[in-house]
């Protein structure tokens, strides 16, 4: 079974420039989150998709930061203009969504490390 | 205001010793706790997990502990392997299903030959 991919691996940009992300979920995923990892912090939540409509956005700063899942299937995160403060790895995890007793995993992609000079 | 915490950042332990890493959280409605490995330049991979109507969980080497009164849980593997050397992330959720993972700050754990 294919994993979580995401690309680029790696970006470095200037700051005030603007970036995106790209993340393809495992086939019948249908809950897609973007984490994003703060060196020497856990992943934090951004955003919560439920096939394409948004579940939990509350913590994406949306004057610079957006994101869609266009067909409930791929998803892109955007930022603009960004800041030094937004580097970090961006995760992208996915799960089947579904209510069931017992575990509640998500998986993940490898990541994109994001550096802002 | 961090509602899964890790307050040790790093644990060094000899091959074949137990490696115990801890986690308390804050905040009482979590129901799902989760134990990721993460190694460098990888994303987190799940490890194993834990429902809060059980006190113990175990997968080969490694065995999960939950103590709800505390609000504590901890990750015991047993016997420590070199290969085991990551950072380890306890992560917990309010119920199952597809509710967000909290995440705590992170153990490096470093076996050591």
Redesign the interface.
């Known amino acids: 079974e294919a994993g979580?991919a995401q690309s680029p691996r790696y970006k470095i940009i200037e700051k005030r420039q603007s970036v995106a992300f790209w993340c393809n979920p495992i086939s019948g995923h249908?809950?897609l989150?973007w984490y994003q990892q703060i060196l020497?912090?856990?992943?934090?939540?951004l955003i919560?998709f439920?096939n394409n409509g948004v579940?939990?956005d509350s913590q994406l700063p949306k004057d610079r930061f957006s994101a869609e899942r266009l067909k409930g299937v791929d998803s892109t995160l955007k930022i603009q203009p960004a800041k030094l403060e937004d580097s970090a790895v961006y995760?992208c995890?996915s799960?089947?969504?579904?209510?069931?007793?017992?575990?509640?995993?998500?998986?993940?992609?490898?990541?994109t490390r994001l550096t802002v000079v | 205001d961090q509602q899964?915490k890790?307050n040790s950042p790093s644990l060094s332990v000899q091959e074949g010793r137990i490696s115990i890493l801890n986690c308390d959280y804050t905040n009482s409605m979590f129901d799902?706790f989760?134990w990721?490995k993460k190694y460098p330049?990888?994303?987190?991979?799940?490890l194993i997990?834990i429902?809060s109507i059980k006190d113990k969980n175990e997968d080969g080497r490694f065995t999960v502990f939950l103590n709800k009164s505390a609000k504590h849980l901890s990750l015991h593997i047993v016997p420590s392997q070199p290969g085991d050397s990551a950072v380890y992330?306890c992560?917990a959720?309010l119920y199952?299903?597809?509710?967000?993972?909290?995440?705590?700050?992170?153990t490096r754990l470093s076996v050591i030959a």
């Open positions: 979580v249908a809950t989150y020497g912090q856990g992943p934090k939540l919560q439920q579940v939990d995760l995890a799960s089947l969504g579904e209510d069931r007793a017992g575990v509640t995993e998500a998986f993940f992609g490898q990541g | 899964v890790q799902y989760l990721y330049a990888e994303g987190p991979t799940f997990s429902s992330f992560a959720s199952s299903g597809n509710t967000p993972l909290v995440f705590g700050k992170g």
